[in-house]
């Protein structure tokens, strides 16, 4: 079983609507969690960092559920620009992060 | 200039030979880190340095070896190419225990 675990999609989504999509982690004692986005063929780039009482930026919506060993991302009013990957990212203990393969996300006109 | 620099940015090598992969970063930061990234598979760590004198070994470091040659350079060596070691590498750095990672803008590699 794999340590970080999402849905690749793609995720198909009009512009000006809302995605959310989650991820799930199997080591209970991971401590820290991310979420990055990636652009294809370019580097990963830190959305937000993913916190216990949940946390905004923006139309972006991060939610930590440590019982069930998730985190999921939500996207309001999305734009063309957010077409991307969304990689979930999970630290482990001593400053590793363990990376999942990705949620691809798709803006249409 | 980019904090995390890579080099070369594309590569096609022969199997047999021998590659490095530079990075050099202006953040100050003491972590690196070298992944490797394949369709569906996500970022793998290939090694990690804490510092200079440390460096060990992540989840794929098979066929790699890495040198810290100063707090701001961190190189990975493939000794003999071989085509599944064809990928894209990222170099990453990182402050501390906290921080997310910044990751340079990465090396398309292809071994033939």
């Known amino acids: 079983r794999k340590e970080v675990e999402q849905d690749p999609g793609p995720f198909n989504v009009p512009e000006g609507a809302t995605v959310a999509f989650n991820c799930t982690y199997s080591?209970?004692?991971?401590?820290?969690f991310f979420w990055y986005r990636q652009d294809c063929r370019k580097e990963p780039k830190l959305l937000m960092s993913?916190?216990?009482s949940g946390n905004e930026d923006g139309r972006f919506t991060a939610q930590l559920n440590r019982a069930s060993q998730y985190i999921s991302l939500l996207i309001r009013d999305s734009k063309l620009s957010d077409s991307a990957t969304y990689l979930c990212?999970?630290?482990?203990?001593?400053?590793?992060?363990?990376f999942g393969a990705g949620t691809q996300v798709v803006v249409t006109p | 200039d980019a904090d995390v620099t890579q080099t070369p940015r594309n590569r096609i090598t022969k199997t047999g030979k021998r590659i490095m992969l530079e990075c050099s970063q202006t953040?100050?930061?003491?972590?690196m880190y070298w992944y490797r990234q394949d369709p569906g598979l996500g970022l793998r760590l290939i090694y990690y340095?804490?510092?200079?004198?440390?460096?060990n070994k992540g989840e794929i470091s098979d066929g790699y070896s890495v040198s810290r040659q100063a707090q701001a350079k961190f190189s990975l060596s493939l000794e003999s190419a071989i085509p599944n070691q064809t990928a894209l590498y990222f170099c990453?750095?990182?402050?501390?225990?906290?921080?997310?990672?910044?990751f340079g803008s990465g090396t398309r590699l292809t071994v033939v």
């Open positions: 080591n209970s004692a991971s401590q820290s």
């Open positions: 990453a750095t990182s402050g501390g225990l906290e921080d997310g990672y910044t």
């Open positions: 953040k100050g930061h003491d972590r």
């Open positions: 993913v916190y216990s």
């Open positions: 990212v999970v630290r482990m203990g001593w400053g590793k992060l363990q």
């Open positions: 340095s804490f510092d200079v004198k440390d460096i």
